[in-house]
């Protein structure tokens, strides 16, 4: 039960720090977190066949929002302009 508290508080904090962060590139960093603590916690929450694919659907597509991400932020990086 522990671990099911621990991932929503992080998905909770990391959504606020989405909504009142300032700084874009913090901003998605926290929006990385908050995808993969979410995932975790519909996982643990809620022990059914169906919930893991939708886990595992929700997963997949937090770690191409965090290849966009990081894409982004290198692109911004080491932009020739």
């Known amino acids: 039960m522990i671990v099911e508290i ?3 508080v992080i998905a909770v904090f990391s959504a606020l720090r989405v909504v009142f962060e300032r700084n874009t590139l913090k901003k998605l960093m926290y929006l990385n977190v908050m995808s993969f603590a979410a ?3 519909i996982v643990l929450l809620l022990p059914h066949p169906i919930t893991v694919a939708a886990a595992a659907a929700y997963f997949v597509g937090a770690t191409l929002e ?3 991400i990081a894409s982004v932020i290198y692109k911004r990086g080491n932009s020739d302009d």
């Open 6 to 8: 621990i991932c929503t």
């Open 66 to 68: 965090s290849n966009a």
């Open 39 to 41: 995932t975790g916690a």
